[in-house]
């Protein structure tokens, strides 16, 4: 078990250090000034040379705890606290020296640290050809080196984009201290375009994206259009099969119900929910219909059988012309006549 923890330590201590070290090459110096004279100033008005420190990657980065020298003798095998001796360090606690992608920091030399966390002791003779080296935060591992030639006045050493290969000398008006290396205010879009990508690769995946892209849109576009006329032609098959009448009147038979209801609450429930002008019109009409006679040629019809109650009966009426009617366990009475009608 003991065994297994070292070696799994051991692995993960190799992979962190393998990251750290993938991390560290992202860091590039990236421009030089050996003799200023009237180029960039510190916080205290002096003109001193400068050296830039560039992030390439597009992850933020803390420089802090790495070393800058300019003697060559830590080239020479040594170990690491004899080699620091011979460095100068970038201190923390500066929020300047955590490099997000594609910044840039500018680091004094020839100066007191302090005047300020960004001043190193970093000698630089502007007389003579200097050897500038970047090394990591354990002072053993060189990052980036660079050998600057004698510049004139105010010139500078950079290179030629930011992190590339190629450098150059840039004449004073070009100098370019805390920003990319590469400015063109007359480059077309065309030229940035070739420059940036020379081998096509951005121009491949772009051209890839947009055919792909179309491609996704058109595929939604006939997807969503056929789902709406599939809708559509399952909606008129519905509506052939069965036909909306049945849907009207539901609709009108909610209304009778909902009339009779009112009806109901303002009348009564002896009404039954049918208004009063509604049986006046039906026996009305069904008078007339008996008096037309119309029962008896319509077919279909519901005819009233007619009863006979005798109301226009005139013997019935005229009872003071003829016998009451008695009980049968009484004679019924005499009828005057001759003088007694008098």
């Given at each position: 078990m003991t065994k297994f923890a070292l070696l799994l330590s051991g692995m993960l201590t190799l992979g962190v250090s393998s990251m750290q070290a993938q991390m560290d090459q992202s860091i590039k110096i990236n421009e030089v000034l050996t003799h200023n004279t009237q180029s960039l100033q510190d916080e205290y008005g002096e003109h001193e040379a400068w050296v830039e420190l560039a992030n390439i990657s597009y992850s933020t980065y803390n420089i802090r705890g790495m070393y800058l020298t300019t003697d060559r003798a830590v080239l020479q095998p040594m170990s690491a606290p004899e080699r620091m001796k011979r460095m100068s360090i970038i201190p923390s606690g500066d929020e300047r020296t955590n490099l997000s992608g594609r910044q840039h920091l500018l680091l004094f030399c020839n100066s007191n640290p302090t005047k300020g966390s960004l001043h190193l002791t970093v000698k630089i003779d502007p007389a003579k050809p200097t050897w500038i080296a970047l090394y990591n935060g354990n002072a053993t591992e060189l990052i980036d080196s660079v050998t600057i030639p004698v510049l004139a006045e105010n010139q500078s050493y950079a290179r030629r984009n930011d992190g590339a290969a190629e450098w150059q000398v840039k004449a004073p008006d070009a100098v370019t201290p805390g920003i990319e290396n590469f400015i063109k205010a007359n480059e077309s879009k065309t030229d940035l375009f070739k420059r940036e990508d020379p081998h096509g690769f951005a121009m491949t995946l772009m051209a890839m994206g947009i055919?792909?892209?179309?491609?996704?849109?058109?595929?939604?576009?006939?997807?969503?259009?056929?789902?709406?006329?599939?809708?559509?032609?399952?909606?008129?098959?519905?509506?052939?099969?069965?036909?909306?009448?049945?849907?009207?009147?539901?609709?009108?038979?909610?209304?009778?119900?909902?009339?009779?209801t009112g009806v109901i609450l303002q009348e009564g429930l002896k009404t039954k929910g049918i208004d009063k002008e509604i049986y006046i019109a039906v026996i009305g009409m069904a008078l007339k219909q008996y008096e037309d006679n119309v029962h008896d040629v319509e077919s279909g019809i519901i005819t009233i059988k007619p009863k006979d109650t005798e109301w226009d009966d005139e013997y019935s009426q005229m009872t003071q012309f003829h016998d009451p009617v008695f009980p049968t366990t009484h004679t019924a009475p005499k009828i005057p006549t001759g003088p007694e009608l008098r």
């Open positions: 055919v792909f892209f179309c491609l996704a849109l058109l595929w939604l576009f006939f997807t969503v259009f056929g789902a709406i006329m599939k809708h559509q032609e399952t909606a008129k098959k519905v509506a052939h099969q069965q036909p909306i009448k049945p849907i009207t009147k539901t609709v009108e038979k909610t209304m009778e119900v909902g009339h009779k």
